[in-house]
């Protein structure tokens, strides 16, 4: 199938439609709040946390303030493994633009063991090889608990995840 249509790009974008350019100057600062921002900061350490809900006894990851389900504040923090599963993922070979990927992305929600199921967090994998076999049909027939996501730290010292085992 041919692809239809055009990427967008700036000689496209500045030939069609009628632009203006101007910066904004918008200052201002962003305060992650406690949940998010102790998640953060147990990141740095190198550490992923979650809270338990005594409401229902479920271990949430990205932390919250309140339980979504039975509205009861949450305070107790729990040191999460740094191994999860993937439950679903998508091979993605579109950027934002619409213009075609080279090297596709692998975006995917991934459960972390020793939160509750069914909770997990969105992240673009990385070190996956070559796409076609680490994620085949098999592979997806299997995405629940038969691939491992490790942490690791980037070069930079953060803590990231990263590997499909």
Known sequence: MEPKGHPLSEAVLRGQVTTTDWRVKAEYAWD?????G???AGLKEGKLLGVRCDGCRRTLIPPRAFCELCFKPIHQWV???DTGAINTFSVSFVNWDASRREVPEVPAVIEIDGASPGIGIMHILGDVG???KA???DAAAQAGRGRAVRCRRDPAG????V???
């Open 130 to 132: 070559d796409v076609g």
């Open 79 to 81: 040191d999460l493994q």
């Open 38 to 40: 102790r998640f953060l």
């Open 135 to 137: 994620l085949g049909c």
């Open 163 to 165: 590997r499909l085992r």
């Open 158 to 161: 953060r803590l990231d995840l």
């Open 32 to 36: 992650t709040g406690v949940a998010v």
